[in-house]
């Protein structure tokens, strides 16, 4: 049951629920409230569209009261601010050794699960190291396996460039896994959904750009997603992703030990204007 509930009391009757829903299934005759039928229910893609566009707070759908919603009008932030916040990120690869406040990582993954997926499939896993001393348990793990494979058998064709960063480590215990953040967090999504990697992908992106507003510094980590699903895939047993997910990427994260006072500079965007 979708639980589509119209205060009629508060409904104008404008009509912006009808026109603005994907699916096409709310109607409307004149002068009476909007409704879905039974028939259609399981049509309906519970994006919230109709909760979101309705200008007086009347429609509640799946159970969620408009009034725990969030207004736009007059809080989004300007396009100085999100230019600002997009330009300003940076890749930090030196952190304080504390973990973050457990409201800080609460806020995070809230909110990163807001971020759009294909046909609102909403199947994203975050799956997060919380602690820092977890996380250091892990990495030397992962890091005595690393050392055995370098020492014995080799790297993979297109992974030799493990073998450095291994000596790197044996030498000053360079932690260029996770770069010595104190957390790390893996996106994954079932395979059978429509689109798993780029769901998990846009997560990790909302993740990042919402952690650099809380002053939570953020790397992607590509070399610990290649350990997990190419040179050691029992981390993902290890780390409790389900064997039927497919890992979109890898973040480390934590508190910065580095400040940038500017944005950097680039080369204007390639753009094909199609004629």
Same mark, same amino acid.
């Given at each position: 049951m979708?639980?589509f509930l119209?205060?009629?009391?508060?409904c104008?009757?404008?009509?912006?629920?009808?026109?603005d829903?994907?699916?096409?299934?709310?109607t409307?005759?004149k *002068?009476?409230?909007?409704?879905?039928?039974?028939?259609?229910? %399981?049509n309906c893609?519970? $994006?919230?569209?109709?909760?979101?566009?309705?200008? %007086?707070a009347?429609?509640?759908?799946?159970?969620?009261?408009?009034?725990n919603?969030?207004p736009?009008?007059g809080?989004?932030p300007?396009s100085t601010q999100?230019?600002?916040l997009?330009?300003?990120?940076r890749?930090?690869r030196?952190?304080?050794?504390?973990?973050l406040?457990?409201?800080?990582m609460k806020q995070?993954?809230?909110?990163? $699960?807001?971020?759009?997926? *294909?046909?609102?499939?909403?199947?994203?896993?975050?799956t997060?190291?919380?602690?820092?001393?977890?996380?250091?348990?892990?990495?030397?793990?992962i890091?005595k396996k690393?050392?055995r494979?370098?020492?014995?058998?080799?790297?993979?064709?297109g992974?030799e460039?493990f073998s450095s960063?291994?000596?790197q480590?044996?030498?000053?215990?360079?932690?260029?896994?996770?770069?010595g953040?104190?957390?790390?967090i893996?996106?994954s999504?079932?395979?059978?959904?429509?689109?798993?990697?780029?769901? $998990?992908?846009?997560a990790?992106?909302?993740?990042?750009?919402?952690a650099?507003?809380?002053?939570?510094? %953020?790397?992607?980590? *590509?070399?610990?997603?290649?350990?997990?699903?190419?040179?050691l895939?029992?981390?993902?047993?290890?780390l409790?992703?389900?064997e039927?997910h497919?890992?979109?990427y890898?973040?480390?994260?934590g508190i910065?030990?580095v400040?940038?006072?500017? %944005?950097?500079?680039?080369e204007?965007?390639?753009?094909?204007?199609?004629?």
């Amino acid at each position: 049951m979708l639980n589509f509930l119209v205060n009629q009391a508060t409904c104008t009757k404008c009509g912006d629920c009808v026109t603005d829903c994907p699916a096409r299934i709310i109607t409307m005759r004149k *002068g009476a409230p909007p409704v879905i039928s039974l028939e259609n229910e %399981t049509n309906c893609y519970k $994006c919230q569209h109709c909760l979101s566009i309705c200008p %007086t707070a009347s429609i509640s759908i799946l159970g969620y009261d408009p009034k725990n919603s969030l207004p736009l009008t007059g809080n989004l932030p300007d396009s100085t601010q999100m230019e600002l916040l997009i330009k300003g990120r940076r890749a930090v690869r030196q952190y304080k050794p504390e973990n973050l406040d457990p409201k800080v990582m609460k806020q995070l993954l809230d909110v990163a $699960c807001y971020a759009p997926t *294909g046909r609102n499939s909403r199947q994203v896993r975050f799956t997060v190291v919380n602690d820092r001393e977890k996380l250091i348990v892990i990495r030397d793990e992962i890091m005595k396996k690393l050392v055995r494979i370098s020492n014995e058998e080799g790297f993979p064709a297109g992974m030799e460039f493990f073998s450095s960063f291994v000596r790197q480590w044996e030498t000053d215990k360079t932690d260029f896994i996770f770069r010595g953040a104190p957390h790390f967090i893996v996106v994954s999504a079932p395979q059978e959904i429509p689109t798993p990697v780029e769901d $998990c992908l846009i997560a990790l992106t909302t993740f990042e750009f919402h952690a650099q507003t809380l002053g939570v510094g %953020t790397v992607w980590d *590509g070399l610990a997603k290649y350990v997990i699903t190419d040179l050691l895939p029992e981390f993902k047993i290890r780390l409790g992703i389900p064997e039927e997910h497919l890992i979109g990427y890898a973040m480390a994260f934590g508190i910065p030990a580095v400040h940038y006072s500017r %944005t950097t500079q680039h080369e204007p965007a390639g753009v094909h204007i199609v004629e």
